[in-house]
């Protein structure tokens, strides 16, 4: 091996582990560390059991949109290719429930009684607009209710009173599908004009809530911890859980890393470093030889937390009463309720993911004791789902407070921000130091997906690969 080969990847997750291929391909010896006791990042398969029929539910990333090339071709290279699915969004299932000022009501029933929410909200100013400009309102603020922190939610009620209803009741037909619903996509394509009625923040948020409602979204079958599993066999250096990473020197030739693995420190001097860890992980290591602007960006970054609960129940309930996928919009606490498919052994149960939470209602539910917080998820999904207080019904639970971590602190944001601010943010985070480089979500023009995470491994490989060294440069004589 050459003198300059060896890199160190700190950070197990997806990212990681591209970048440590990739690595490998062009010649470097790669060693991969990783704080956790486990390897995926943010991906976190649950399973209610440990034989292979168990029941499985995503407490992290749980949906590939199709459109996300880099990923998909990553699952064909790693011959996962069959295991693709469908994924069914939110509100796609006409017999889920959404929430209404009247009580739950299926989805394939809530157009009249959404509108007439939203007439009680707008007042004397409803009877401006068509009925279509109500659907649109109703449908609209439905999903990002369901979808988006309280704080958008505030900005949705004041552009739809100020700009967005007045744009959309120029639209003849407002598209609507039979059941009276809107379609949002078919809306916001055909008319992007509409977009000028968002705020700055909303707008920011925009493309995620279509993208989170979008048909073409997929899944791993058996669970999407086989992607990192997959990577990580490819791999042929050590990849050592368990190892925290306390402080980074970036020095003129090469980073020392100063790891930690128990009560046992040692040093760790690399050629290159590519730091993965979400920025929440990175500020807590000491760095030195890191300019103020690095860490600047460093602490600018935001992180959105997420909370997830899953029910291990006896048996898909929820099939009986007509619900074959998709998810509801239970509001409250809880936000959104998943009906994932029952890939393992009918006789085991079946999965829920009960609560799937961002923002202020995820730092709500992870704060509270992981008991307490799966007791007030079954007594408040309940008023949807009264099976769910069936003596013997919910045999276990499992949740994931990936804000409380002390690894995640939830996925990077830049809602707000106008494009040409995100765009100088995103430059700055994945900008190199030196010999450190970065990767990670947060470090791509995709933050909170895989496809991030691969794109910023696959950059930062290639800068590696790149490297000149600065020459030093030569004193005159005398």
């Known amino acids: 091996m050459r003198p300059g080969r060896r890199v160190t990847v700190i950070g197990a997750g997806v990212a990681g582990l591209v970048a ?34 168990a029941p499985t539910v995503e407490l992290g990333a749980m949906r590939i949109p199709a459109h996300h090339h880099r990923t ?31 009580g739950p009501v299926r989805i394939g029933e809530a157009t009249a009684p959404l509108r007439a929410d939203l007439r009680a909200r707008l007042g004397a100013r409803a009877d401006h607009y068509r009925e279509g400009t109500l659907a649109f309102g109703a449908w609209f ?63 920011s948020f925009l493309d995620d809530i279509l993208l989170e409602t979008s048909s073409g979204l997929h899944r791993l079958a058996g669970g999407m911890d086989q992607l990192p599993r997959r990577l990580a066999r490819t791999v042929h250096g050590p990849i050592r859980c368990g190892h925290r990473v306390e402080r980074i ?48 960006v460093l602490r600018e970054v935001v992180y959105c937390p997420a909370t997830k609960v899953a ?17 509801s919009f239970t509001a409250g606490r809880l936000r959104q309720t998943y009906y994932p498919p029952a890939d393992g052994d009918p006789g085991r149960g079946a999965a829920l993911l009960a609560s799937y939470t961002i923002g202020a209602e995820a730092d709500g539910l992870g704060l509270l004791p992981p008991r307490l917080r799966h007791r007030q998820v079954v007594r408040e999904l309940a008023e949807f789902h009264p099976e769910l207080l069936r003596p013997g019904m919910v045999l276990g639970s499992a949740s994931a407070a990936w804000g409380q971590s002390p690894l995640s602190g939830g996925c990077a944001t830049r809602w707000g921000l106008d494009p040409a601010h995100a765009e100088h943010q995103l430059r700055r985070a994945a900008r190199p130091v030196h010999r450190l480089f970065f990767a990670g979500e947060h470090c ?35």
């Open 20 to 53: 440590a291929v990739e690595l490998e391909r062009s010649g470097y010896r790669v060693t991969v560390l990783e704080a956790d006791q486990r390897i995926g990042g943010r991906i976190l398969t649950h399973r209610f059991g440990t034989d292979p029929g």
């Open 72 to 102: 998909l071709a990553w699952i064909e290279r790693l011959r996962l290719g069959d295991r693709l699915t469908a994924f069914s969004p939110l509100l796609s299932e006409p017999n889920a429930y959404v929430a209404t000022g009247g």
């Open 141 to 203: 603020t439905a999903v990002v209710g369901a979808s988006a922190p309280p704080e958008l939610r505030e900005a949705l009620a004041t552009d739809l009173r100020c700009q967005l209803l007045g744009l959309v009741d120029r639209i003849d037909p407002v598209p609507q599908d039979p059941d009276g619903r809107i379609d949002l996509h078919a809306l916001f394509a055909g008319h992007p004009g509409i977009r000028a009625g968002c705020s700055a923040r909303l707008n």
């Open 249 to 296: 020197d970036v020095r003129a030739g090469e980073v020392l890393l100063h790891v930690r693995r128990g009560r046992l420190g040692y040093l760790l001097p690399s050629d290159f470093a590519v730091c993965t860890a979400p920025f929440p992980a990175v500020r807590r290591m000491r760095l030195t030889g890191v300019d103020a602007d690095k860490l600047a």
């Open 311 to 327: 029910l291990h129940c006896r048996e898909p309930f929820w099939q009986r009463t007509g619900i074959s996928g998709g998810a």
């Open 444 to 478: 791509s023009g995709t933050p909170a997906w895989i496809e991030g995470a691969i794109e910023s491994a696959q950059r930062a490989a290639a800068e590696i690969t790149a490297f000149r060294a600065p020459r030093t440069p030569v004193r005159a004589a005398g």
